[in-house]
């Protein structure tokens, strides 16, 4: 029996061996009967927590969403300027990008499908609230300038994200990658500045 499957956490376990297999093997590739066989349980118990592949990916990407969260959310928690922690959460963004690529991959094509679960959708847009809230907290302190905060968290997520993609797809060198996030963040917070 494979190291990840302890009694009781069946539906834990399918979940970090199809993130394993989704690097491995992509999504065309995962299979929950393949999953079943690599964590030594019978090719019905996963039945138990997903009904399909498409409920297995989905929970994998509220998965993801959520841990995405948690080190935005951390990021911006704590001391320090809305600049600096605009800057942290943007490297957390980035690094959790680099990281885990396939699963952001997954996270974003889930989560913009027609038939996404509204669970998924607003977990999926938690952090570009966290993205929003800093900024009206900023423009509350007279630190930015007005304008609609949901529409400047969005730019700000637009090109975060790209660096991201790019980053996490080998397309930036890995040392260029700080420098080019700093650049990115002092042109967007220049901008953004009362």
């Known amino acids: 029996m494979n190291q990840l499957y302890h009694h009781g956490n069946l539906r834990h376990a399918l979940l970090a061996r199809a993130e394993e297999a989704l690097q491995e093997v992509g999504i065309d590739g995962l299979s929950l009967r393949q ?10 118990a996963p039945a138990r927590h997903f009904r399909d592949k498409q409920a297995l990916l989905d929970a994998l990407a509220l998965e993801g969403f959520e841990a995405l969260n948690a080190a935005l959310a951390g990021a911006v928690d704590g001391s320090g300027s809305f600049r600096e922690r605009f800057g942290r959460m943007a490297r957390a963004y980035v690094t959790f990008a680099v990281d885990r690529p396939d699963l952001l991959h ?12 509204e669970m998924l959708r607003q977990t999926g847009e938690a952090g570009m609230v966290t993205a929003r809230d800093l900024i009206a907290q900023a423009q509350a302190s007279g630190e930015v300038r007005p304008g609609d905060p949901g529409m400047l968290a969005a730019v700000a997520h637009a090109q975060v ?34």
């Open 35 to 44: 999953l079943a066989r690599d964590i030594g349980v019978s090719h019905a």
């Open 161 to 194: 994200h790209g660096i991201a993609v790019l980053a996490s797809g080998g397309m930036l060198p890995a040392m260029e990658t700080d420098a080019i996030l700093d650049v990115a963040i002092d042109l967007f917070w220049r901008g953004l500045k009362a």
């Open 106 to 117: 997954l996270m974003y094509t889930t989560k913009h499908r027609e038939s996404a679960g």
